[in-house]
């Protein structure tokens, strides 16, 4: 069994710029969600993809921006970086609930320290 | 607008006694709670959940109560070890096949020996 793996693990990019993350869902999941955890702060529910698709998404303005890929690893994509964005990004993985079962834990990645200077 | 509350920041215990962390909700859609722990440099690693069909759930040390008329929960520790030593996040979700998780904003957890 892998587990949630993300990268990079740290990262420092200028206001304007934009950053693309990646990460690797736990084997047989086919959920991924990302959070945004800011200092001081409880993650944040960015949005969800389930099969490739959108299946959720938080109170985040369009430039930050999703995929999914077949193997049902994902990226997350933030244009225009802000000095806000600086935070914890964090990838969720789990096993959306069908028929009786509410589905899995989200299993977490160690997630991606992201700077904006 | 927190929906999920943790009001205590930090908690200190002894080694060996109960560790009660505390949370508070406010969104009545919400119909499953998980606890997750968090060690510096790692992501949640979770703990135990409960739905809102139960008002207990026990797994080993870990048992998490939930009171839906005060729409409150706890995460009781007995007996408290060294390694519980984390930031421990409440969370919850609304409605069957919604994995998406509205978490507090922590509690740190020292337990001194």
């Known amino acids: 069994e892998t587990g949630v793996t993300q990268s990079p693990t740290h990262l420092i990019k200028t206001r304007g710029q934009q950053v693309t993350l990646r990460c690797s869902s736990q084997?047989?999941?086919?959920?991924v969600s990302w959070y945004q955890q800011a200092l001081g702060q409880g993650p944040q529910f960015i949005f969800q993809?389930?099969?490739?698709?959108?299946?959720g998404r938080g109170n985040f303005p369009p430039r930050f921006s999703g995929l999914q890929f077949p193997n049902y690893s994902s990226e997350l994509n933030v244009n225009a970086l802000e000095l806000d964005d600086s935070a914890l990004y964090l990838c969720?993985?789990?096993?959306?609930?069908?028929?009786?079962?509410?589905?899995?834990?989200?299993?977490f990645g160690q997630g991606t320290r992201l700077t904006v200077v | 607008d927190q929906q999920v509350k943790q009001n205590s920041p930090s908690l200190s215990v002894q080694e060996g006694r109960i560790s009660i962390l505390n949370c508070d909700y406010t969104?009545?859609?919400?119909?499953?709670f998980l606890w997750y722990k968090k060690y510096p440099a790692e992501g949640p690693t979770f703990l135990i959940s409960?739905?809102?069909?139960?008002d207990k759930n026990e797994d080993g040390r870990f048992t998490v109560f939930l009171n839906k008329s005060a729409k409150h929960l706890s995460l009781h520790i007995v007996p408290s070890q060294p390694g519980d030593s984390a930031v421990y996040f409440c969370?919850?979700?609304?409605?069957?096949?919604?994995?998406?998780?509205?978490f507090g904003t922590g509690t740190r957890l020292t337990i001194i020996p």
């Open positions: 993809y389930y099969r490739e698709e959108e299946n």
């Open positions: 969720a993985s789990s096993s959306l609930g069908q028929g009786a079962g509410r589905g899995t834990e989200a299993f």
């Open positions: 969104n009545s859609m919400f119909d499953y």
């Open positions: 084997s047989g999941h086919n959920t």
């Open positions: 969370a919850a979700s609304a409605g069957f096949g919604n994995e998406k998780l509205t």
């Open positions: 409960i739905s809102s069909i139960k």
